[in-house]
């Protein structure tokens, strides 16, 4: 089945090249089916470069996915067109009396920055809050992790030593968890972040469970006990020179970075990167879309943030 996205959305070109099935809007809106409706707040600086990461994990399921993409406010983007944004990113309250099947909230490069601090941050609580009735489950990638945990649970983020940068070795811990089924025993991630949410607070909290972590980059997949929330604190969705760009970014920007981690053969970054965590990142986001959002969410979308009914899975 095809991933549904708006009509002339740059990230169509480079998917369809890549033999991924896309289907503009006006085409799927004859169709007759209900195809999943799948938010996404997108808070990376590079929308673009983002939105194609998570359209290729998105397209990976046989399940139809209609995609829309929301901005956190009206400030001009750094990094992305203004006419881009304009044109396929809405406002909060152009889609606020929608309900969603499924909501993903991006990282960013903020993790060294006080929540209080943060320019949006009355709008993203606003935002979190709204998802509790207004979305069947929602996806937390990165810095999102540690901003949901703070406003959502009150577990607050610690700040590391130093940026932890590179692909690290994870283990499943609850390996009869949904989110992990088809998931080796032992795989591997990126992460690219300056703070992490401690797995101990996590796991004092009666509506989470850790799912998989690892002993370099701690918590990594963390599942809220009725899979309304899902957690995962690294970028499984990144590209194979996601990491070498950043890196290339902090030593021009004179930032002396630390060599990403297991990511470059031989740890040399004049050789190639060694790419291990792409079949993990599509199981991870096929699960989501599987177990947590087509098997729950309820075919009326109007039914959407009732009161869930106790469900034939453990969801953690």
Not at 12 to 22: K, P
Not at 101 to 122: C, K, R, S, Y
Not at 138 to 160: E, S
């Amino acid at each position: 089945m095809p991933i549904k996205i708006p009509d002339a959305l740059p990230a169509a070109e480079v998917l369809q090249r890549e033999n991924i099935f896309t289907i503009e809007s006006s085409q799927a809106e004859i169709q007759d089916i209900r195809a999943l409706r799948i938010l996404i707040l997108n808070l990376m600086p590079k929308k673009i470069e983002t939105e194609i990461h998570l359209l290729r994990m998105l397209s990976n399921t046989p399940l139809q996915v209609q995609i829309e993409l929301l901005r956190i406010d009206d400030r001009p983007s750094k990094n992305t067109p203004e006419d881009h944004m304009l044109s396929f990113y809405k406002t909060f309250e152009a889609i606020e009396a929608n309900k969603y099947d499924g909501m993903i909230i991006t990282g960013a490069p903020l993790g060294q920055i006080p929540f209080e601090e943060v320019n949006f941050w009355p709008r993203l609580t606003q935002i979190l809050d709204w998802t509790e009735t207004h979305v069947t489950s929602t996806l937390f990638l990165c810095w999102a992790v540690q901003a949901a945990m703070f406003h959502l649970y009150g577990i607050d983020k610690l700040l590391l030593p130093s940026k932890l940068s590179g692909v690290y070795p994870h283990q499943v811990v609850r390996p009869q968890s949904p989110i992990a089924r088809g998931f080796d025993e032992y795989f591997e991630a990126p992460h690219s972040r300056f703070a992490e949410v401690p797995a101990e607070a996590i796991e004092a909290h009666p509506d989470l469970a850790v799912i998989a972590q690892s002993s370099a980059a701690g918590a990594y997949l963390i599942a809220e006990r009725t899979g309304k929330h899902l957690f995962v604190t690294g970028h499984s969705e990144y590209e194979p020179d996601s990491l070498k760009n950043e890196y290339l970014r902090d030593l021009a920007a004179g930032l002396e970075p630390s060599l990403p981690e297991n990511y470059f053969e031989d740890n040399d970054a004049t050789k190639p990167v060694k790419v291990t965590w792409k079949s993990h990142g599509a199981l991870l986001f096929a699960n989501w879309l599987n177990y947590y959002v087509y098997q729950i969410s309820p075919f009326d979308v109007d039914a959407i943030g009732r009161d869930r009914q106790s469900t034939p899975i453990e969801l953690v």
